[in-house]
């Protein structure tokens, strides 16, 4: 079982630099999204999906961009790194909307220098 | 708005110690209260849930109790190993704004042999 899969697992990039952070789920799940982990603040929202062509934004969005043309895949872009984007970023997924259990990815570690 | 406090850590136990994990939270409503876990290098888990006052949550000898009256969703184990070692994390489901689940800040749990 796949579940959800990320990829990179590390990338490292220099301010200014653009990249897109894989995330795709093997179980047909409607609903994915993107956390942000940073040392003592828990997980922050950054934006969620509730099924392919919807998109809203989280807690944090901003510098963040999304798009969701599969059920599949989530992908997530960063224009232009900066260094208050260095953090571990998990995708996870769940069945609808309304489910109450949280599908995650094992993570990326991003340092923005 | 909606959110969670957790105890700072890391706490430190030896094995086969009480570990006590205190959560408490602030929602409109009534949201269903988790406990999740992260596992080193490893993306976040569910251990348990709770969807009503006074139900309890179990799994792998972890409890918690939903109490609406303390707004308390506490994490208990009466015999911890060194394979408990891990980040906790308290959420719960704000299912009144877009469905989000909104984590506390975690808390580090380390296990002496």
């Known amino acids: 079982n796949a579940g959800v899969t990320q990829t990179p697992k590390f990338q490292v990039l220099k301010t200014g630099q653009s990249m897109t952070l894989q995330c795709a789920q093997d179980?047909?799940?409607?609903?994915m999204s993107w956390y942000r982990q940073d040392p003592g603040m828990g997980l922050r929202l950054i934006h969620y999906s509730v099924g392919a062509g919807i998109t809203d934004q989280g807690e944090v969005p901003n510098g963040y961009n999304v798009s969701r043309s599969t059920t599949e895949d989530f992908p997530l872009r960063l224009l232009s790194a900066a260094p208050s984007q260095t953090s571990v970023y998990f995708c996870?997924?769940?069945?609808?909307?309304?489910?109450?259990?949280?599908?995650f990815g094992s993570g990326t570690q991003l340092s923005v220098l | 708005g909606d959110s969670v406090t957790q105890m700072e850590g890391p706490v430190t136990l030896s094995e086969e110690a009480f570990l006590t994990i205190n959560c408490t939270y602030t929602?409109?409503?009534?949201?269903?209260l988790f406990w999740y876990v992260q596992y080193p290098g490893e993306g976040l888990q569910l251990l348990l849930k709770a969807t009503k006052a006074d139900d309890k949550g179990s799994n792998k000898g972890f409890e918690a109790t939903y109490r609406k009256e303390t707004t308390s969703f506490h994490l208990e184990k009466g015999s911890v190993q060194v394979s408990d070692s891990a980040v906790y994390f308290c959420a719960l489901g704000a299912y009144s704004s877009a469905s989000k689940i909104i984590f506390g800040s975690g808390t580090r749990l380390s296990i002496r042999p």
């Open positions: 179980m047909n799940h409607e609903y």
């Open positions: 996870a997924s769940s069945q609808t909307q309304g489910s109450e259990k949280l599908f």
């Open positions: 929602a409109t409503g009534y949201p269903s």
